[in-house]
């Protein structure tokens, strides 16, 4: 949906990908072509999902974080590796809920701003 009319506003997000298993040619296009139709223009974090250890082949990147970096260009932080979406054990991101992430300490924690669930009486 990136470049498109359906594509949802990324403004001001911590913007979640989950990557399955692949290549670094194959995440270097997909992040490179998210880059260049502006998805990562206005977010405020990116959040890579786990596992991100994608086979290097011949790739110049020495890991997977510097392969995230190079492609993304981007001056807000990036975490990768971080357990959401199709693990066993993850993190619940809810769509639209309110989070914020502190990254002052060596471990990034993660805040909700708002309750995750609400029952409407």
Same mark, same amino acid.
Do not use: M, W
């Given at each position: 949906m990136a470049g498109s009319r359906w594509m949802p506003p990324t403004s001001g997000?911590?913007?979640?990908?989950?990557? @399955?298993?692949?290549?670094?040619?194959?995440?270097? &296009?997909?992040l490179v072509h998210l880059r260049l139709a502006g998805t990562?223009?206005?977010?405020?974090?990116l959040v890579i999902g786990s596992p991100a250890d994608w086979d290097a082949g011949d790739? %110049? &990147?020495? @890991?997977? &974080?510097?392969l995230v970096l190079r492609?993304?260009? /981007?001056?807000? %932080?990036?975490?990768? /590796?971080?357990?959401?979406? !199709?693990?066993?054990?993850?993190i619940q991101f809810p769509i639209g809920c309110r989070v914020e992430f502190d990254l002052? @300490?060596? !471990?990034?924690?993660?805040?909700?701003?708002?309750d995750?669930?609400?029952?409407? !009486?």
């Open positions: 997000a911590i913007l979640l990908l989950e990557v @399955s298993p692949a290549t670094f040619d194959e995440v270097n &296009d997909l990562f223009d206005d977010i405020t974090a790739a %110049p &990147d020495a @890991s997977t &974080d510097e492609c993304v260009r /981007g001056r807000f %932080p990036v975490i990768t /590796g971080v357990a959401f979406g !199709h693990q066993q054990r993850k002052r @300490s060596e !471990h990034p924690v993660l805040r909700y701003l708002e995750l669930v609400t029952l409407d !009486h």
